[in-house]
């Protein structure tokens, strides 16, 4: 009972200070991995739908859903239980229908996001020497050349 008590404390304590770059590491790449997988499994879904439409019985389609809906769980339960021991956060999965089940527009988003960061950090860096430069001018010696 002691044990439990103590390991209890401890976990707690853990996740108090946060979770390793490694354990943010991981959790980000199943995060990424679950998302793929997803978006793989709705286009499978269709290709599945449009075959039994031409009346087709596309069996080895179903063993590839059922396949990657098992590596879905798998990673989905990976997700929980790094959530719950280092309480983090697992973003919801792509809904179908939406830009986020689009590969490209998500490679588009996290390319502009990168490129936005980029353009802040410019921007800070212009602003620093504008007034660097704006401070190393002499007004008074300005305004006396005015008059």
Sequence with gaps: MLTLVLAGTCSSVMAA???PKEVKSEFHQNVFKRDRLVRELATLDSKAADAVAAGQKPIDMHSHQVEMQDQIDLLQLRLETMSIRWNMTIPNPPKPGTDSM???VVT???VESVF???RVRTDDVLNDRCNQMLASIDYESFLRRSE
């Design 17 to 19: 200070d946060g979770p």
């Design 102 to 104: 689009n590969e490209s």
């Design 108 to 110: 588009a988003q996290k």
């Design 116 to 118: 936005q960061d980029g």
